[in-house]
T-cell receptor
Framework: EAGVVQSPRYKIIEKKQPVAFWCNPI?????LYWYRQNLGQGPELLIR????????DSQLPKDRFSAERLKGVDSTLKIQPAELGDSAVYLC??????????????FGPGTRLTVL | AQTVTQSQPEMSVQEAETVTLSCTYD???????LFWYKQPPSRQMILVIR??????QNATENRFSVNFQKAAKSFSLKISDSQLGDTAMYFC????????????FGTGTRLTVIP
């Protein structure tokens, strides 16, 4: 079974440029998460989807970040415009159902963003 | 608010020896789950072990076991017979038993297994 797929793996951009990250969750997983992992820190949740609905986006900086999950499968996270402080690893994870704490989250390899 | 604290930024252990990673957490909830995740260098994060707070018995998975002290809000990971492949960042994480499945992570412990 294929795991969570993310692309690109690495991205270097100039500040003020836009950037987008793509995630394909494990087949059949209804819940999708985007986390941001700053250097030397643990991941922090940005947004959580249940199917195509964003049910928790309280930590998403909405002035520059946006996300979508079309048809409840793939998801895209966008930053426009990027700032120096956005340099981080962006992780996507998925789980079968999001409403139960015992539900295991499976993580993708992440996209390492560097903003110059 | 839920907080997870890992006070050991880095640790090392000789191959085949045993090492214990520490984690404390703070929550007002009574029902929750605790996890240890492993993040190898340049590889994706994977679940190592899970503990359900309402279970008194400590979880074990092969060479990995936990010492869960609910009253002290402590959740340490013991790795026995350490192997070179255990070299990684280890994150302690917390989530509620019901409702949202959001994970709250600690800052991680970098473990190096020395040949």
């Amino acid at each position: 079974e294929a795991g969570v797929v993310q692309s690109p793996r690495y991205k270097i951009i100039e500040k003020k440029q836009p950037v987008a990250f793509w995630c394909n969750p494990i087949s059949g997983h209804n819940t999708l998460y985007w986390y941001r992992q700053n250097l030397g820190q643990g991941p922090e949740l940005l947004i959580r989807y249940e199917n195509e609905e964003a049910v928790d986006d309280s930590q998403l900086p909405k002035d520059r970040f946006s996300a979508e999950r079309l048809k409840g499968v793939d998801s895209t996270l966008k930053i426009q415009p990027a700032e120096l402080g956005d340099s981080a690893v962006y992780l996507c994870a998925s789980s079968l159902e999001g409403g139960r704490g015992r539900d295991t989250q499976y993580f993708g390899p992440g996209t390492r963003l560097t903003v110059l | 608010a839920q907080t997870v604290t890992q006070s050991q930024p880095e640790m090392s252990v000789q191959e085949a020896e045993t090492v214990t990673l520490s984690c404390t957490y703070d929550t007002s909830e009574n029902n929750y789950y605790l996890f240890w995740y492993k993040q190898p260098p340049s590889r994706q994060m994977i679940l190592v072990i899970r503990q359900e707070a309402y279970k008194q018995q400590n979880a074990t998975e092969n060479r990995f076991s936990v010492n869960f002290q609910k009253a002290a809000k402590s959740f340490s990971l013991k790795i026995s017979d350490s192997q070179l492949g255990d070299t990684a960042m280890y994150f302690c994480a917390f989530t509620f038993r019901t409702g949202a499945n959001n994970l709250f992570f600690g800052t991680g412990t970098r473990l190096t297994v020395i040949p």
